[in-house]
């Protein structure tokens, strides 16, 4: 890897690494790090406050294999904060190429569809009496099945922006309709369990779901890579890219099913918690102040909201634990109307 001198654009770096160069903007790399320093001591503070308090420090040692907390932080604690690390990632991931592809700050997974495609395929197969082993797999074959109806719905000679949102719309009101029949003519236990599975938790997860998610993040780096340089073509408008003769349909439908499997996969093992992927995108934006929300603090910001929202929904109306979907819709349902209103204003 090699670090070149400053871009002539001002703030900004050129990084060569096997054969491929990037250009990194000095504000970026600058929040990037603050994400994760803010993200170490939030997933400290998380895994010492609880029904045990356990000492920042007592937190590190046990960590590190030592000291008497070792069983509650590593084997109670850490890996449900290891999923919610995770799955904030992915959505905070999904929401970027999402709003990459619709060039619209409103677009997520749980705006348009995905979400409720995963929660409509989990409640039938809760409904039917089928074991939690079918439980993942069935909704994320939900979320990829409302992914591309949306995708089919707006799809005309490329995959046009208003269309795609607007068509996302439809089709998760519609599944979400679809999902309350489901549960009212459910068994009441099952449909509880239902409702439960659709407000979003990491409750009662561990490795074996981050796995699930962290694997498929790993494989799809390279492609994560490449939706970063293809991001800035994909968000031109259709006339301006005919004019420069750029074809940006294929961009964006490969930007598009990526954020759809990434959505898909973290919907399937935490269930809908709803808002990450759209709030995470727009504040790392906004924070690295950039003209399209960036993947790598995306994915930071994300991490990092799911990491407090779960600390939070656990332990303010303790012995009370709320999902933390719940906590984040209600987060989410203000930021959305600021946003809506920002828009309308500017």
């Known amino acids: 890897m090699r670090v070149s001198a400053p871009h002539p654009a001002a703030g900004r770096v050129v990084v060569g690494a096997a054969g ?23 997933v400290i503070l998380s895994l010492g406050v609880g029904s045990t308090f356990i000492a920042p420090g007592d937190v590190v040692r046990a960590l590190a294999g030592d000291g008497s907390f070792t ?25 970027a190429l999402l709003q990459a592809v619709s060039r619209n700050p409103l677009a997520s997974p749980d705006v348009v569809g995905v979400s409720q495609g995963a929660g409509l395929a989990a409640t039938i197969a809760m409904s039917a009496g089928l074991g939690a082993a079918w439980l993942g797999p ?13 995708f089919a719905l707006s799809w005309r000679y490329g995959l046009a922006a208003h269309r795609f949102v607007l068509s ?16 009212v003519g459910a068994e009441p236990i099952e449909g509880q369990r239902a409702r439960v599975w659709l407000a979003g938790s ?22 994560l890579l490449w939706a970063g340089r293809a991001m800035d073509t994909a968000a031109l408008d ?48 906004r924070l690295v102040g950039a003209e399209r929300p ?25 012995p009370v634990q709320l999902p ?13 109307l600021w946003l809506l209103m920002r828009r309308n204003g500017s």
């Open 138 to 150: 069935t909704a994320l074959l939900g979320g990829l099945a409302a992914a591309a109806a949306v």
């Open 202 to 223: 990491v409750a009662g997860t561990g490795y074996a779901e981050a796995a699930v998610l962290l694997i498929p993040l790993i494989a799809l780096a390279p492609v």
């Open 294 to 318: 960036p993947l790598a603090c995306s994915a930071l910001t994300g991490a990092l909201l799911t990491v407090v929202a779960d600390l939070v929904a656990r332990t303010a109306f303790a």
């Open 71 to 95: 069983v509650v932080v590593q084997d109670l604690r850490f890996p449900r904060i290891v999923v919610a690390l995770v799955v904030g990632a992915a959505l905070g991931l999904s929401g």
């Open 238 to 285: 259709d006339e301006v890219a005919q004019g420069l003769g750029v074809r940006v349909a294929g961009r964006r439908l490969g930007l598009g099913v990526v954020a759809v499997v990434l959505a898909a996969l973290a919907t399937s093992q935490a269930g809908a918690v709803d808002f990450v992927a759209l709030a995470a995108a727009q504040l790392a934006r």
């Open 20 to 42: 491929m160069t990037f250009v990194l903007r000095r504000r970026a790399v600058g929040v990037g790090l603050a994400l994760v320093v803010l993200t170490v001591i939030a």
């Open 324 to 336: 933390v979907g719940v906590l984040t819709a209600a987060l989410g349902g203000p930021y959305l």
């Open 168 to 183: 996302g719309i439809a089709v998760a009101l519609a599944l979400k309709a679809l999902t309350e029949v489901f549960i």
